[in-house]
Nanobody, 122 residues
Framework: QVQLVESGGGLVQPGGSLRLSCSAS????????MGWFRQPPGKEREFVAFITWNDDSPWYGDVAKGRFTIARDTTKNTGYLQMNRLQPEDTAVYYC???????????????WGQGTQVTVSS
């Protein structure tokens, strides 16, 4: 079992930036995938990005392309989501998740953090 703890959310103005962190503990991440998802108010959870822990290969959902960057630091067992040029439609609870396969679907991830709120508003 993997325990995940997100941090870094908050209130930011349109056009601003935030960096989310996801600290992992528990089983080794060597052959795992860390994903980021978000859930806007009243909507379904949607895919943001994932990264393979071993070979550092990222993949982005449409909501993230060109604005967000996913990364990981294996020495700290921590993943990151750098979000730039944020807009009000990016307002959501952001979750990190861990799984064993590269996937854009929440059902394929078996460990989840508690989520961190990101609010983009002037």
């Amino acid at each position: 079992q993997v325990q995940l703890v997100e941090s870094g959310g908050g209130l930011v103005q349109p056009g601003g930036s935030l960096r989310l962190s996801c600290s992992a503990s528990g089983r080794t991440f060597r052959r795992s995938v860390m994903g980021w998802f978000r859930q806007p108010p009243g909507k379904e959870r949607e895919f943001v990005a994932f990264i393979t822990w071993n070979d550092d290969s990222p993949w982005y959902g449409d909501v993230a392309k060109g604005r967000f960057t996913i990364a990981r630091d294996t020495t700290k067992n921590t993943g990151y989501l750098q979000m730039n040029r944020l807009q009000p439609e990016d307002t959501a609870v952001y979750y990190c998740a861990a799984g064993s396969t590269t996937s854009q679907y929440p059902r394929d991830y078996d460990s989840w953090g508690q989520g961190t709120q990101v609010t983009v508003s002037s």
